[in-house]
């Protein structure tokens, strides 16, 4: 009898030993109930529990996770019908006010969320939509993030995806858009024509003002010359200008009678006596 006796007792020490040893994964936190009542909450390890008085009654996930996508519709702050697509990423922080304070977690975050947005979307016309995303998704995640505290969750991402449009405000938006492409040519051609009509200025006055540069220094090289002349002609050098005025003479009337017409050409017997009083004026100007 004792043997049995002793055997029934190792037994009843086993089985209580196996019942009072709890190891929880890394996943996940276990909600431990006495008596009925919440008591305490195990997280990753190894943990004991008294028999027939602790119950593990929940096992929750604590990973990250992501909620189904649904499509929210909403009006924008100038009446048009849009359709979100959010990517909601959170985590459970607090087992026990996920598991007691709310029945289902996943459907009471769609709920504030589904009213959150239509709150922000709101106050945005469509324009500050389509363009603020970043923005409109950070004020969405400080919104939700005070309620989902409560529930014992972090929201870590709150990311819009998706905008969607009726047909009418999409083809509206496409009129639009080809106009301002148009517009936007328009522009590039009118900048481009002034632009070039702006060039070819600029080259006609470079031009003009290399022309004026050019003719300056004719100029003086002309009027060096005329003074280099003139120094020469009062240094005594009229002998070599007469000289010169006679082969000048003498030239251009060998060409008039090698001409084509073969005219006869008179010259008068006073032309070098007027260039050289014409020379002697000259070497007198000081």
């Keep these: 009898m004792f043997p049995a006796l002793a055997i029934a007792l190792a037994a009843v020490l086993v089985i209580a030993a196996a019942l009072s040893v709890r190891i929880v994964p890394q996943s996940q936190n276990y909600l431990v109930e006495r008596l009925g009542r919440y008591h305490r909450t195990l997280e990753a390890g190894l943990h004991l529990v008294v028999p027939l008085l602790d119950a593990v009654r929940h096992k ?37 006010n996920a598991v007691y ?30 363009s603020n995303r970043r923005e409109l998704s950070d004020a969405i995640e400080t919104e939700l993030r005070t309620v989902a ?38 522009v590039r051609e009118a900048e481009g024509r002034k632009e070039a009509a702006q060039l070819a200025a600029d080259a006609e006055l470079y031009a003009a003002e290399r ?19 003139a120094a020469a002609i009062t240094g005594g050098g009229e002998a070599a200008v007469e000289f010169e005025v006679r082969k000048i003479q003498a030239d251009a009337v060998r060409h008039l009678g090698t001409g084509d017409a073969n005219k006869l050409v008179l010259l008068p017997t006073d032309v070098l006596s007027t260039l050289s009083s014409a020379i002697s004026r000259f070497a007198r100007v000081p």
């Design 60 to 96: 929750v996930d604590i990973l990250e996770r992501q909620l189904p996508t649904n499509r929210i519709s909403t009006i924008t702050l100038d009446n048009v019908t849009i359709g979100i697509d959010l990517a909601i990423l959170f985590r459970i922080t607090d087992a026990a």
């Design 101 to 130: 304070r709310i029945r289902d977690v996943d459907a009471a975050i769609r709920t504030t969320v589904t009213g959150v947005v239509r709150s922000v979307i709101g106050r945005t016309d469509l324009d500050g939509v389509q």
């Design 149 to 186: 505290q409560e529930w014992g969750v972090l929201l870590s991402r709150v990311e819009i995806i998706d905008v969607d449009v009726d047909d009418e405000t999409r083809q509206a938006m496409q009129l639009q858009l080809n106009a301002e492409r148009t517009r936007r040519a328009l």
């Design 211 to 229: 022309q004026a540069e050019a003719r300056r220094k004719i100029a003086e090289a002309e009027a060096y010359a005329v003074q280099t002349v």
